[in-house]
C-alpha cells in the first residue's frame, strides 16, 4: 500500500509527505512515553523524509531535463515550419507550375502556378493525389487541345507510357492557343518534380520565323520559277493551281487573267486552244485521267503540236509526296526541226552512199572480171609460150651438140640460159595466176618436215656451194598439216632468195615448236632489209638490190610466197637487221590441230549458186540512178532483172511480157500512185505470192509493222548487199524446191 499516488504532480506529493511528517512528529511528542516501537517509527519516518527529499532531488531534474527537451522540440517545430514556409515562398517564387511526387508517386505539394491553365483541374490538386488521378484530370481538362484523332484515353495511356522514362519533355496544346512544356525530374528518394513552363512566345515566334523562311523560300521559287527556260506550274493535291511562272502562260498560250491561284486542272485543260494535237496515246481524256488517278502519280512525257506543226512543246508530268504534282512544258521545236533537217540530210547522204557504194561495186566487179581475164590471159599465155621455149631449148642444145667452135658453143650457152631465165619467169607468173585464181585447190595432207627439207638440201647445196656460203638444213621430225607441193615452194623460195642475196657467211634451215604450230625458219647473213622497205619486196618484180648484174633474180619468189601462204592459211613473218642479215620465217599448223586451208578470199563475197538458178527479179524503182545500180550488181551475180520505174509500169511490163518473176523488189515510195506494198499486194492479186522485198529509207515503225504483217522482207536504204544477197539465196531456193 502506497502512501502517496505516483501519478500525483510533485508539488502534491511533497504537500502529502510534509503533512505525514508533521503528523508522526505529533504523535510522538504526545505519545513518547509509550513503547520503543514509537521510537522505530520515527526513524522510519526520518528515514523515509530523506529518500524523500532525494526522490524529490531526482524528480526535479528529470523536470528540468523535459522542460529543456520541449524547448527544443518546439524550437525545432518552429524551425521545420519556417523551413517548410519558406520552401513554400520559394516554390511561390519560382515562374514556372511546380509539382512534386514522392517515390509512391504521391502528390507531397505544389505551387500555385501547377495546372494554373488548367483551371478545373485546380481544385482537386491536393497532397496525397496519386499520379494517374492527376493524368486522368488533365486528360479530361476542357483546356487541353488533344491531337487529331486522338482521345483523353489514348492521351492518358501515352503519358502515363512517358512517365516510365528517365528523363521528359513534351509540349500540350491549350485550347486559347498557349502552349506549355512539360518535364519530368527524377529525385534522389525516386521522387518525382514536374515543371511547366508556358512556351506560348516562343512557339509564336518560331511560327513567325518558319513564315519569314516559307515566305523567303517562296520569293526564291518565284525568282527561280521565273528564270527558267521552261513554263511550269504547280497543283495541290486538290488539283488547284498554286504556283507558275510567266513562260507557261506564254507557251501554251493562256492569257494572265486565266492563271491565277486555285484555278482548277480541269478549268485550264479545257480552256486550251482546240488547235493543240496531243498524241493519240495521251489525248486530253487521258490526260485528264493520269489527273484524277488517286495517291502519287507516276510520270507522264508526251509532246503535243500547235496550230500545223509549227511549235511542238514536250510536256512532262510527275506527282509530289503530299499528293499535288507538277507539269512543266518545253518548246522543243527547233530541236525537232533540226531533226528532221538532219534525217533528210541523213537520207540524202545514206542515197549518195548508196549511190556511190553501188559505184564503187560496178568498178570492183569490172575490175574482177578484168583481172580475172588478166589472169586467164596470163595462164593461157603462160601455157602456150612454154612449149616454144621448150622447142626453143631443144634446137639449142642440137645445136650445141654439133657445134664444135668454142665461140659458136659459148653463144649457144648463153642462149639457153636465156631461154631457161624466160621459162622461170612464165613458170613464176603461171604460179602467181594459179594463185590468184578462185578455182585453185590445195591438196592438204599430214606431212613431214624432213620430206620437205631432204630434197632441197641437196639442191640447194651445189648453189650455196657455188657462192661459197655454208648451207645448214636441220632435220625436223615435226609432222603439219598443208600442201606438200606449195610448202615445198614456199621454202624453195625463201632459200633462193637467201642465198642469192648473201654474199658471205651461212644461209641456216629449220623447224621449232611454237604452241599448236610449227615455225618454219630461213636465216641469212645477207645484207638485211630496212623497215621502211620489208613492206614491199612481197610485190611483183620488186627488188631491192641495184646491182643486176650480180644477182639473177626475177622479183616474182617472194610475191609467190605470200601468195601462197595466204592462200594456205600459213602466217608469214620477217626480221632482218641492216648490215647483220635476215629471218622469214612461216607458221604451219600441226597435224592433228589444223584447221582445212580453204582459198582466200580476194573479194567481196558473192550469193553463191544464183548464176545456176537462172532467178528473174522485177525491180521497181524510180529513181535511174539507183535502179541502174542495183541493176548491175544484181546482174553480176548471174540474176536476169526486168526494170520499171512505177507502179503502173510495172503492172503494164508484166502484162506485156506476160510471165511471173521469182521475186519482187519494190520500192515503197513510187511518186505519185501505188505505194511498194500496195504494189505487192496487187501482183499478188494478179500473179499469186512471190518472194518480196521492199526497199526504203523510211526508219518509222509502221512500215516495219506493215511489212511483218504481209511477211515480207524490208531492207533498208543504204542497201546491205549481204543482205540483198541472201534474199535473192533465199528466193532461189524457194524456187528449186517448188
Not at 505519545?31 to 529518500?51: I, P, T, V
Not at 527544443?72 to 524551425?79: R, T
Not at 636465216?523 to 619486196?537: M, N, R
Amino acid at each position: 500500500m502506497h502512501l502517496i499516488n505516483p501519478a500525483d504532480s510533485l508539488e502534491r506529493q511533497n504537500a502529502k509527505l510534509i503533512k505525514i511528517a508533521e503528523s508522526l512528529m505529533r504523535r510522538v511528542e504526545h505519545d513518547a512515553a509509550q513503547s520503543g516501537a514509537a521510537y522505530a517509527q520515527f526513524e522510519r519516518a526520518a528515514l523515509l523524509e530523506k529518500q524523500v527529499r532525494e526522490r524529490t532531488l531526482e524528480l526535479e531534474r528529470t523536470l528540468d531535463l523535459l522542460h529543456e527537451s520541449n524547448a527544443q522540440l518546439a524550437h525545432a517545430n518552429e524551425e521545420t515550419e519556417a523551413a517548410r514556409r519558406n520552401l513554400a515562398d520559394a516554390i511561390e517564387t519560382v515562374s514556372e507550375g511546380f509539382a512534386l511526387f514522392d517515390g509512391t508517386d504521391t502528390l507531397v505539394m505544389c505551387n500555385s502556378r501547377f495546372c494554373r491553365d488548367f483551371r478545373d483541374t485546380v481544385r482537386d490538386l491536393r497532397p496525397g493525389l496519386s499520379f494517374a488521378d492527376y493524368v486522368d484530370k488533365v486528360s479530361r481538362s476542357r483546356y487541353l487541345t488533344l491531337p487529331d484523332g486522338e482521345s483523353p484515353d489514348s492521351w492518358a495511356r501515352q503519358r502515363m507510357r512517358r512517365h516510365q522514362d528517365r528523363r521528359v519533355m513534351f509540349n500540350v496544346r491549350h485550347s486559347q492557343d498557349r502552349w506549355l512544356q512539360v518535364s519530368e525530374h527524377r529525385t534522389a528518394n525516386g521522387g518525382t518534380v514536374i515543371l511547366q513552363t508556358d512556351v506560348t512566345d516562343i512557339i509564336r515566334l518560331e511560327r513567325q520565323e518558319r513564315l519569314k523562311l516559307k515566305d523567303k523560300q517562296t520569293r526564291m521559287i518565284r525568282a527561280t520559277l521565273d528564270h527558267l527556260d521552261q513554263g511550269v506550274c504547280i497543283f495541290d493535291e486538290h488539283a488547284r493551281l498554286v504556283a507558275w511562272n510567266q513562260k507557261f502562260g506564254t507557251l501554251i498560250g493562256l492569257p494572265a487573267r486565266r492563271l491565277h491561284l486555285g484555278a482548277s486542272f480541269d478549268g485550264l485543260l479545257g480552256k486550251l486552244d482546240h488547235d493543240f494535237a496531243f498524241p493519240r496515246d495521251a489525248d486530253r481524256a487521258a490526260f485528264a485521267l493520269w489527273r484524277s488517278r488517286d495517291g502519287a502519280h507516276g510520270p507522264i512525257n508526251f509532246e503535243v503540236t500547235r496550230g500545223k506543226g509549227d511549235v511542238v512543246l514536250q510536256m512532262f508530268g510527275k506527282g509530289m509526296p503530299d499528293g499535288g504534282f507538277l507539269f512543266s512544258c518545253t518548246d522543243v521545236t527547233a530541236e525537232r526541226e533540226a531533226a528532221r533537217k538532219l534525217t533528210e540530210l541523213n537520207e540524202i547522204l545514206e542515197q549518195r552512199v548508196m549511190e556511190r557504194t553501188l559505184e564503187l561495186e560496178d568498178a570492183l566487179s569490172a575490175a574482177e572480171r578484168a583481172n580475172a581475164s588478166k589472169t586467164r590471159f596470163v595462164a593461157a599465155a603462160s601455157h602456150d609460150l612454154l612449149q616454144p621455149l621448150s622447142a626453143a631449148k631443144l634446137f639449142v642444145s642440137s645445136l650445141s651438140d654439133r657445134s664444135h667452135n668454142e665461140a659458136d658453143r659459148a653463144v649457144l650457152a648463153k642462149t639457153e640460159s636465156a631461154l631457161s631465165s624466160a621459162e622461170q619467169i612464165i613458170d613464176a607468173l603461171l604460179d602467181i595466176s594459179k594463185l590468184d585464181s578462185d578455182r585453185l585447190s590445195f591438196d592438204i595432207r599430214p606431212v613431214s618436215l624432213g620430206e620437205i627439207f631432204r630434197p632441197l638440201r641437196d639442191e640447194m647445196g651445189v648453189l650455196a656451194a657455188r657462192k661459197g656460203l655454208r648451207l645448214s638444213i636441220v632435220d625436223s621430225a615435226l609432222t603439219v598439216e598443208t600442201d606438200p607441193a606449195y610448202l615445198r615452194r614456199v621454202v624453195q623460195n625463201l632459200l633462193a632468195n637467201a642465198i642469192r642475196y648473201t654474199e658471205t657467211g651461212r644461209v641456216v634451215v629449220g623447224a621449232r615448236r611454237n604452241g599448236s604450230s610449227a615455225r618454219i625458219e630461213v636465216w641469212d647473213t645477207g645484207p638485211g632489209i630496212a623497215e621502211e622497205d620489208q613492206s614491199t619486196i612481197f610485190e611483183e618484180f620488186k627488188r631491192l638490190d641495184t646491182r643486176a648484174s650480180t644477182n639473177d633474180g626475177l622479183g616474182l619468189g617472194l610475191a609467190i610466197v605470200e601468195r601462197a601462204c595466204a592462200r594456205l592459211g600459213h602466217p608469214l613473218g620477217l626480221w632482218s637487221e641492216p648490215g647483220r642479215g635476215s629471218c622469214f620465217m612461216v607458221n604451219v599448223a600441226l597435224a592433228g590441230t589444223a584447221a582445212p586451208a580453204r582459198p582466200a578470199a580476194l573479194g567481196p563475197a558473192r550469193p553463191a549458186g544464183l548464176a545456176r538458178a537462172g532467178l528473174i527479179v522485177l525491180l521497181v524503182e524510180n529513181d535511174p540512178q539507183l535502179r541502174r545500180a542495183i541493176s548491175v550488181l544484181v546482174e553480176s551475180w548471174g540474176v536476169n532483172v526486168l526494170e520499171a520505174e512505177d507502179a503502173a509500169s510495172a503492172l503494164q511490163l508484166l502484162d506485156d511480157l506476160d510471165l511471173t518473176p521469182d521475186a519482187l523488189l519494190l520500192d515503197q515510195q513510187l511518186g505519185s500512185g501505188l505505194t511498194g506494198t500496195d504494189l505487192f499486194t496487187a501482183i499478188t492479186h494478179r500473179l499469186g505470192r512471190l518472194p518480196c522485198a521492199i526497199i526504203s529509207a523510211d526508219r518509222a515503225p509502221q512500215l516495219r509493222t506493215l511489212c511483218k504483217g504481209l511477211d515480207i522482207e524490208l531492207l533498208p536504204k543504204p542497201l546491205d548487199r549481204h543482205r540483198l544477197g541472201q534474199f535473192l539465196n533465199a528466193a532461189a531456193n524457194a524456187m528449186t524446191a517448188s
